[in-house]
């Protein structure tokens, strides 16, 4: 597992943090052709350190194009442009130069960092706690534009209901779902990158969650009641169900996973989103994705339909994913939805929500979420969260606390997530901001209030 880069880095901009599911875009124009006429690989394992600027990507050779006009230099002596964090770079009052776009790239990561090689060399300790990892998220953009075979996103199929998943970490879960052998690290990071939301979800309501209620554990009294009811009904005794008439059943309704502000999680491969049904063979589950950002840059793939009476929202449905799974998109805020009653009554045996990486407390989005937080409080169903980094979750944390703090309980303290991604991403409009997919996360719920018989007065 790579290194930790500081806990203070901040959650930055979320509207420009995207997934880049690319795996075999072309590295130089001129060679084209040739490489895909002889399959022939572009970029071999040991030439993937390209500075960005000089990189045989085109679409790399954008991108930092992009991040020198729009990334300004961290060096203490500029007028700030955001707001930091207090714990990158060195703090001073001598701000007298007006701030400057990023011109001049590291000759160790190959990112622009600074706006000159004086303030790299004047701030190179500040810059060097990131350093290596910034190299490492270069290698792995240019590892998959490399025109390699990508053995790891090939994935585990259904197993035998007697073989259980073990989700002590990474390297159990793939064993215990006997994916393929993955021997080299950035293999391993390019696949949790996409595997993280899936097995994020499966980690926190599985039976067998690492989550618990003993010392460290981190999930509270409260917790245990709520994911309990989801348990029992995601983990069903054998009902006798048969091919004949004999055997018919009734069938329990599916459970329901909405995925509130989807932006890039709802464009993944449906062949990751089935890992979910694998570890949880005896249910169907009826994944909800919403949001404005949902079907982003998915209009080929799924023209949005017209809103008809039938389908007042236009959802795009999927329904031939498999027997277990159907998945629908709604490019609509929640609130809207949920002041329609469109997805009520909501049943805390086969519901829950789920945010990735929603920026309840970040200044751009946070106004976006005032209405729906006390909406989704009174479902009572889990709300589970993460954050990109520690900072960006204990600042969604904080908000929600300020918000509503008196109508919340509790179910999942704020921690690392076992299952984040091991890959890191940089944020193109500040290349000092890098965080990873789902770091840490923590869940909520809306306050329950038992009543109790008051024994009458003598």
Not at 53 to 70: C, G, L, M, T, V
């Amino acid at each position: 597992m790579p290194p930790h880069p500081p806990t203070a880095i901040s959650g930055g901009s979320k509207l420009n943090r995207r997934k880049e599911e690319s795996k075999s875009i072309p590295a130089r124009p001129e060679r084209r052709l040739s490489s895909n006429l002889s399959g022939r690989v572009l970029l071999q394992p040991d030439n993937l350190y390209h500075p960005f600027s000089n990189s045989p990507s085109p679409e790399i050779r954008q991108r930092a194009a992009f991040i020198k006009q729009h990334a300004y230099c961290p060096h203490p002596s500029h007028h700030q442009t955001t707001a930091g964090n207090g714990n990158i770079g060195v703090t001073t009052t001598n701000q007298s130069q007006p701030p400057a776009h990023v011109s001049f790239e590291c000759p160790d990561c190959g990112i622009p960092v600074s706006c000159s090689e004086d303030h790299w060399a004047d701030d190179y300790e500040s810059h060097l706690q990131i350093c290596d990892i910034l190299r490492q998220i270069n290698e792995d953009d240019h590892d998959l534009r490399s025109g390699r075979f990508f053995p790891e996103f090939e994935y585990g199929g259904p197993l035998i209901e007697e073989a259980l998943v073990n989700l002590s970490n990474w390297d159990t879960y793939l064993y215990s779902r006997e994916f393929q052998a993955i021997n080299e690290e950035r293999s391993l990071r390019h696949a949790t990158k996409l595997l993280t939301y899936p097995v994020t979800i499966a980690s926190v309501l599985h039976e067998l969650s690492p989550y618990n209620i003993r010392r460290g554990g981190r999930l509270t009294p409260e917790g245990l009641k709520s994911l309990s009811a989801l348990r029992y009904s995601l983990h069903p005794p054998r009902s006798g169900a048969g091919m004949d008439i004999k055997g018919l059943r009734a069938n329990p309704p599916p459970v329901r996973i909405f995925i509130l502000g989807a932006r890039a999680e709802s464009s993944l491969p449906r062949e990751v989103w089935i890992q979910l049904s694998y570890m949880f063979p005896r249910v169907a589950f009826h994944l909800i994705f919403i949001g404005p950002e949902s079907m982003a840059n998915r209009d080929d793939e799924y023209p949005l339909p017209q809103r008809t009476p039938e389908n007042p929202f236009g959802a795009v449905v999927e329904d031939r994913i498999s027997h277990q799974m159907k998945i629908s998109t709604f490019v609509e805020y929640y609130h809207t939805l949920h002041k329609a009653g469109h997805f009520h009554p909501y049943d805390p045996y086969f519901d829950c929500f789920m945010l990735f990486h929603p920026g309840l407390g970040h200044p751009s989005s946070s106004h976006e979420w005032e209405e729906t937080i006390p909406q989704l409080l009174e479902t009572k169903i889990p709300i589970l969260v993460t954050g990109y980094t520690e900072y960006d979750m204990k600042r969604d944390q904080k908000w929600v606390e300020e918000k509503v703090g008196g109508e919340v309980d509790l179910l999942m303290e704020a921690g690392e997530n076992r299952f984040r991604s091991l890959r890191w991403d940089l944020n193109d409009l500040d290349p000092q901001d890098i965080s990873c997919g789902n770091w840490g996360i923590w869940a909520f719920r809306g306050k329950r209030y038992e009543t109790t018989n008051r024994d009458p007065e003598p």
